[in-house]
C-alpha cells in the first residue's frame, strides 16, 4: 500500500517562497500524476497542481503565477514551491496520489508569519 | 466560493439514511466524473467514492453515489457515529483545466 508523508517547515515569513516534498513509499512514482492539495484553517479543500512522472505539470489558475513543482525519481519524492506567500497561503498542504486523489499524506501545518 | 456547491451541514439520527448532494455545471459534473471524499476530525481526507458510484476497497457499502446530469449526490444508509465527518465532492472541470471541489458538507449524527 503506498505511503506518502510531507514535510517542509511549519513557518515561513511574508514575501518569501514556501517549498514542501513529499515521500512517496511503498509504490513508484511511475506512471501516476502526483497532487498538493491545501486546506486553509476552518475552511475546504483547494487543489493547487500537479506533476506527472514523465514531468508535465497543470496548475490552478489562481496560483499558477506563484508555483512549480518536480519530482526526484532517484529519492522517490516529488516537490511544490510556492512563491511571494501572504497570510492567504496559511493552510494545511497535502500530497495526494493521482488527479483523482486516491491516497493522501497526513499534511503539514504551514503559517505564514513575520 | 467553491465552484461545486454542497450544504454547509446535514444531520441524522443512528440509524438513518442522509444524502448530501453537490451541485455543479457542464463544465465539471455535466461531463465529467464525481469523487467523494470523507474527512474525519483532524485527519486527512480520504477517497470514498470515485467514478460517481465506485467504492475503493474497505469502503462499506453503506455508502453510495450517483450522478445525474450537473448534480450529483452521497447516500449515507444505516448512520453510525463513526460517520461524523466533513464530505467533499470534487469533479475535474474542463474551464479550470482541473480539479474543482465542493465546499464541504459537515455530517452530525444526532
Known amino acids: 500500500q503506498v505511503q506518502l508523508q510531507e514535510s517542509g517547515p511549519g513557518l515561513v515569513k511574508p514575501s518569501e517562497t514556501l517549498s514542501l516534498t513529499c515521500t512517496v513509499s511503498?509504490?513508484?512514482?511511475?506512471?501516476?500524476?502526483w497532487s498538493w492539495v491545501r486546506q486553509p484553517p476552518g475552511k475546504g479543500l483547494e487543489w493547487i497542481g500537479y506533476?506527472?512522472?514523465?514531468?508535465?505539470?497543470n496548475f490552478n489558475p489562481s496560483l499558477k503565477s506563484r508555483v512549480t513543482m518536480s519530482l526526484d525519481t532517484s529519492r522517490n519524492t516529488f516537490s511544490m514551491n510556492l512563491s511571494s506567500v501572504t497570510a492567504a497561503d496559511t493552510a494545511m498542504y497535502f500530497c495526494?496520489?493521482?488527479?483523482?486523489?486516491?491516497?493522501w499524506g497526513q499534511g503539514t501545518r504551514v503559517t505564514v508569519a513575520s | 466560493q467553491s465552484v461545486l456547491t454542497q450544504p454547509p451541514s446535514a444531520s441524522g439520527a443512528p440509524g438513518q439514511r442522509v444524502t448530501i448532494p453537490c451541485a455543479g455545471a457542464?463544465?465539471?459534473?455535466?461531463?465529467?466524473?464525481v469523487y467523494w471524499y470523507q474527512q474525519l476530525p483532524g485527519r486527512a481526507p480520504k477517497l470514498l467514492i470515485y467514478?460517481?458510484?465506485q467504492r475503493p476497497s474497505g469502503v462499506p457499502d453503506r455508502f453510495s453515489g450517483s450522478k445525474s446530469g450537473t448534480s450529483a449526490s452521497l447516500a449515507v444508509s444505516g448512520l453510525r457515529s463513526e460517520d461524523e465527518a466533513d464530505y467533499y465532492c470534487?469533479?475535474?472541470?474542463?474551464?479550470?483545466?482541473?480539479?474543482?471541489f465542493g465546499g464541504g458538507t459537515k455530517l452530525t449524527v444526532l
Open positions: 495526494a496520489r493521482e488527479r483523482a486523489f486516491d491516497s
Open positions: 511503498g509504490g513508484s512514482l511511475s506512471p501516476f500524476y
Open positions: 506533476i506527472h512522472y514523465t514531468g508535465e505539470t
Open positions: 457542464s463544465s465539471n459534473l455535466g461531463g465529467n466524473y
Open positions: 467514478q460517481n458510484n
Open positions: 470534487a469533479a475535474w472541470d474542463d474551464s479550470v483545466r482541473g480539479p474543482v
